[in-house]
């Protein structure tokens, strides 16, 4: 197992950092060392902000809960309230660590508590540890032996034990727009020191933010793109070497950087899968299914758009299409991707194959067109409730028939407006009224 590791801000991470810093990958060579360096989470580190205020040495520092997506600064953080709080930075990653770690750091940071110095004990990924592991934290962070920083990228309230989740305050960290992703950019290409300067690199304002853009707000995939783009460009006789669309595109993976989720292909892309489900193509669904699953889209945007379908162009002929649509879309937000691709793929297969019908579609819109022009109409006195007597007094309810009991209502009492009687919305159509024999014959 691996053992715990004492060291400053300054030092490099010997959980994913080589011995050589020079080796270390780009996105570890630009962590940033002060705040002032520090981009994004403003209304973390903002002006008055809580992270400001104990970096900055304000207050007690408790311990925290750092949940956010990857590559938006929580070791950072950590390493930066460990540094500006004169604390010990004791840094585990739960993927490879486990209950002996944890106690040998423990043991160490009682010793140094003796000695008056306190331990920020900074755990990677804590909600890889079990409930066991994390119980064996407890009594070392309510008595102060350690103050914690968990980082997680799942939600807490899930994968963290509510006995630590009430010790610790949880703090959420957004992705990083584009302009702040593309910022960190601009510094790495010019950065001489620890940056990509030395190999005189030119990118021009549009590939970067390009590059932003499909980062998907995550730094750490921006700068490891960044940096194979400009190795694997040849320098020209001056010894620059121009960063291209093309060779970015290879770096960061053709398919994550041509999908723009906030732009016109993600529409033509998801246009493209509602009008194949509709034709009853499955062979053409499921590969625009997969162009957005592989592409980045929001499997949760993908799943309503199945449930629309479902009733939109399937409807009665087939009311079984929304609740495999339904029963996607919570599964979907149960278990996320990548898992989630089996039970989106399961109903686009089995919308594509249903019977097609929209006579609901069609039905709601002729009847928005009377309600809409007969707004003012009233509702008929026998449909009206009458919860007090003086409604009732007012006829409110009167003339009111209960199918139940008289099955001649269904026929004989009218339930439109006097202005609207006879109006006909809703015809079935030859695929809802198969599908009613179908189930009769059953």
Same mark, same amino acid.
């Given at each position: 197992?691996?053992?715990?590791?004492? @060291?400053?801000?300054? &030092?490099?991470?010997?959980?994913?950092?080589?011995?050589?810093?020079?080796?270390?990958?780009?996105?570890?060579?630009?962590?940033?060392?002060?705040?002032?360096?520090?981009?994004?989470?403003?209304?973390?580190?903002? &002006?008055?902000?809580?992270?400001? @205020?104990?970096?900055?040495?304000?207050?007690?520092?408790?311990?925290?809960?750092?949940?956010?997506?990857?590559?938006?600064?929580?070791?950072?953080?950590?390493?930066?309230?460990? %540094?500006?709080?004169?604390?010990?930075?004791?840094?585990?990653?739960?993927?490879?660590?486990?209950?002996?770690?944890?106690?040998?750091?423990?043991?160490?940071?009682?010793?140094?508590?003796?000695?008056?110095?306190?331990?920020?004990? #900074?755990?990677?990924?804590?909600?890889?540890?079990?409930?066991?592991?994390?119980?064996?934290?407890?009594?070392?962070?309510?008595?102060?032996?350690?103050?914690?920083?968990?980082?997680?990228?799942?939600?807490?309230?899930?994968?963290?034990?509510?006995?630590?989740?009430?010790?610790?305050?949880?703090?959420?960290?957004?992705?990083?727009?584009?302009?702040?992703?593309?910022?960190?950019?601009?510094?790495?290409?010019?950065?001489? =020191?620890?940056?990509?300067?030395?190999?005189?690199?030119?990118?021009?304002?549009?590939?970067?933010? @390009?590059? *932003?853009?499909?980062?998907?707000?995550?730094?750490?995939?921006?700068?490891?793109?960044?940096?194979?783009?400009?190795?694997?460009?040849?320098?020209?006789?001056?010894?620059?070497?121009?960063?291209?669309? &093309?060779?970015?595109?290879?770096?960061?993976?053709? *398919?994550?950087?041509?999908?723009?989720?906030?732009?016109?292909?993600?529409?033509?892309?998801?246009?493209?899968?509602?009008?194949?489900?509709?034709?009853? %193509?499955?062979?053409?669904?499921?590969?625009?299914?997969?162009?957005?699953?592989?592409?980045?889209?929001?499997?949760?945007?993908?799943?309503?758009?199945?449930?629309?379908?479902?009733?939109?162009?399937?409807?009665?002929?087939?009311?079984?299409?929304?609740?495999?649509?339904?029963?996607?879309?919570?599964?979907?937000?149960?278990?996320?991707?990548?898992?989630?691709? #089996?039970?989106?793929?399961?109903?686009?297969?089995?919308?594509?194959?249903?019977?097609?019908?929209?006579?609901?579609?069609?039905?709601?819109?002729? *009847?928005?067109?009377?309600?809409?022009?007969?707004?003012?109409?009233?509702?008929?006195?026998?449909?009206?409730?009458?919860?007090?007597?003086?409604?009732?007094?007012?006829?409110?309810?009167?003339?009111?028939?209960?199918?139940?009991?008289?099955?001649?209502?269904?026929? =004989?009492?009218?339930?439109?407006?006097?202005?609207?009687?006879?109006?006909?919305?809703?015809?079935?159509?030859?695929?809802?009224? @198969?599908?009613?024999?179908?189930?009769?014959?059953?």
């Amino acid at each position: 197992m691996a053992q715990p590791t004492t @060291r400053n801000l300054f &030092e490099e991470d010997p959980i994913d950092t080589p011995a050589d810093p020079q080796h270390a990958p780009l996105a570890n060579r630009m962590r940033p060392r002060s705040l002032s360096e520090f981009v994004g989470q403003d209304h973390l580190v903002g &002006e008055g902000r809580i992270l400001r @205020r104990l970096i900055e040495g304000g207050g007690t520092m408790p311990s925290l809960i750092l949940w956010g997506a990857p590559g938006t600064g929580k070791t950072t953080l950590g390493r930066l309230l460990a %540094d500006k709080n004169g604390s010990r930075f004791v840094s585990l990653s739960a993927v490879f660590s486990g209950v002996k770690d944890l106690r040998t750091a423990i043991s160490d940071a009682k010793q140094e508590a003796r000695l008056g110095r306190r331990t920020i004990l #900074f755990i990677d990924e804590i909600h890889r540890f079990n409930k066991g592991q994390q119980d064996a934290l407890l009594h070392a962070v309510e008595d102060g032996t350690v103050t914690l920083i968990g980082a997680t990228t799942e939600n807490p309230s899930f994968e963290v034990t509510g006995a630590l989740l009430s010790r610790c305050r949880v703090l959420v960290l957004n992705p990083l727009n584009e302009d702040e992703v593309k910022t960190i950019l601009q510094r790495a290409v010019a950065d001489e =020191e620890r940056g990509l300067a030395q190999l005189e690199p030119e990118a021009t304002d549009e590939v970067l933010a @390009r590059l *932003a853009h499909s980062a998907g707000g995550d730094a750490r995939v921006a700068l490891a793109a960044l940096e194979a783009a400009v190795e694997s460009t040849k320098p020209d006789q001056a010894g620059v070497r121009c960063i291209t669309n &093309e060779t970015v595109i290879e770096a960061l993976g053709r *398919a994550r950087y041509a999908y723009d989720k906030g732009g016109e292909e993600h529409y033509n892309l998801a246009s493209a899968l509602i009008k194949s489900l509709r034709n009853s %193509d499955v062979n053409a669904a499921l590969y625009w299914l997969a162009r957005l699953i592989e592409g980045g889209a929001d499997p949760i945007f993908i799943a309503r758009r199945l449930c629309i379908l479902a009733s939109e162009d399937i409807g009665l002929a087939d009311p079984q299409a929304m609740v495999q649509a339904a029963a996607a879309a919570e599964i979907t937000k149960l278990i996320g991707l990548p898992e989630a691709l #089996f039970p989106l793929s399961q109903a686009t297969i089995y919308l594509a194959r249903a019977p097609k019908s929209n006579t609901v579609k069609k039905a709601y819109g002729a *009847a928005v067109a009377d309600a809409m022009d007969t707004a003012l109409e009233p509702v008929p006195l026998h449909l009206r409730n009458a919860p007090t007597p003086l409604m009732k007094r007012l006829g409110y309810g009167e003339g009111y028939r209960y199918v139940h009991s008289d099955p001649q209502a269904e026929a =004989e009492m009218p339930c439109l407006p006097e202005a609207l009687r006879g109006r006909v919305y809703y015809e079935a159509d030859d695929q809802e009224i @198969r599908r009613t024999n179908e189930s009769s014959d059953k």
